[in-house]
């Protein structure tokens, strides 16, 4: 079963965590049934960024983003170029490394604002 290690320094982590994920689950799926409370103000439907996170280790054994996907990435703050949204992003075969970034952005609670 592949593994998904949570970097360490983001409130919702501070010490890091190594999570097992069943392929086919989302990241953002896998963090929560693990007690990673990671935001998700549109519910998983990539409608918002707060599920942003940036993938360290394993980006490539991840199916490519679909278009709805990417238009939503533009607006996340910290964007990189192995950023995903975890609530579409699918657990392959492989361990992934991530980070979940320093702030999110939620539009409908806050207008905007930086969290």
Not at 75 to 80: H, M, N, Q, R, S
Not at 84 to 109: G, H, M
């Amino acid at each position: 079963m592949p593994k998904i290690k949570v970097l360490p320094g983001h409130v919702l982590c501070p010490q890091g965590a190594e999570i097992e994920a069943r392929s086919g689950i989302s990241i953002c799926d896998a963090l929560l049934e693990n007690h990673i409370e990671i935001e998700h103000a549109c519910e998983k439907q990539a409608a918002c960024t707060t599920c942003h996170v940036v993938v360290r280790k394993g980006f490539r054994s991840l199916e490519p983003a679909e278009e709805k996907e990417e238009d939503m990435l533009d607006k996340a703050w910290g964007l990189e170029a192995n950023s995903r949204l975890s609530c579409q992003a699918k657990v392959a075969d492989e361990d992934l490394a991530i980070e979940l970034p320093k702030y999110t952005i939620n539009y409908e609670r806050e207008g905007g604002a930086k969290k």
